[in-house]
């Protein structure tokens, strides 16, 4: 069974800085990851997909890069809006999802 | 733009069933899957399973296999999630959301705002 483990699991920056969000599969998933962000009360909003590919509207601050077991989400210079928690995600004919990572704007 | 609106909260006794909805529009409803994710209280998302739109085919996890049903009605672009045999650890919010393509991905692109379910005796 594969198991995705997210770190660190807090993270606090300032606007402007870079976030450097990972996520580490288990064993090899290709490209098959997701990312997600999820603000409180809402439902998660879709960020990258396949790796690497931007999904519809999200600002050009956040790519995805990585493959195999390692994965990474950057978000190159914060905003007061993306303090959110942020999950990754298998997608696979069991999809799963990580535990996340709480991202703090100071 | 694709809309899912899910049903309300459900407060329910343990060993109960429920039955949640998810009303699509927006996008031609039996071109894509919906799946449904649930949250518990500060709990990671947990995937529960999908219904392909067209043909009614299901897939459900292996740990609620036996206890969920997911189930679609095409003439009213919705779909349904029954979870029975509830218990305390089935609190949670469930949500609903439309795969990104045409096949079953697993991509979960457009959301539902949740519904909560609160499993007490």
């Known amino acids: 069974e594969i198991v995705l483990t997210q770190s660190p699991v807090t993270l606090s920056l300032s606007p402007g800085e870079r976030a450097t969000l990972s996520c580490r599969a288990s064993?090899?998933?290709?490209?098959?990851l997701a990312w997600y962000q999820q603000k409180p009360g809402q439902a998660p909003r879709l960020l990258v997909y396949?790796?690497?590919n931007r999904a519809t509207g999200i600002p050009a601050r956040f790519n995805g890069s990585g493959s195999g077991t390692a994965f990474t989400l950057t978000i190159s210079s914060l905003e007061p809006e993306d303090s959110a928690v942020y999950y990754c995600?298998?997608?696979?004919?069991?999809?799963?999802f990580g535990g996340g990572t709480r991202v703090e704007i100071k | 733009q694709v809309q899912l609106v899910q049903s309300g909260a459900e407060v329910k006794k343990p060993g109960a069933s429920v039955k949640l909805s998810c009303k699509a529009s927006?996008?031609?409803?039996?071109?894509?899957?919906i799946h449904w994710v649930r949250q518990a209280p500060g709990q990671r998302l947990e995937w529960m399973g999908w219904?392909?739109?067209?043909?009614?085919?299901?897939k459900y996890s292996q740990k609620l296999q036996g206890r969920v049903t997911i189930t679609r009605d095409t003439s009213a672009s919705t779909a349904y999630m029954d979870l029975n045999s509830l218990r305390s650890e089935d609190t949670a919010v469930y949500y609903c959301?439309?795969?990104?393509?045409?096949?079953?991905?697993?991509?979960?692109?457009?959301w539902g705002l949740g519904t909560l379910v609160t499993v007490s005796s």
């Open positions: 064993q090899s998933v290709s490209t098959y």
């Open positions: 959301a439309r795969d990104l393509w045409t096949t079953v991905t697993a991509i979960f692109d457009s």
């Open positions: 995600q298998l997608r696979s004919s069991w999809p799963l």
């Open positions: 396949d790796a690497s």
């Open positions: 927006g996008y031609t409803f039996t071109n894509y899957a």
């Open positions: 219904i392909n739109a067209a043909n009614g085919d299901t």
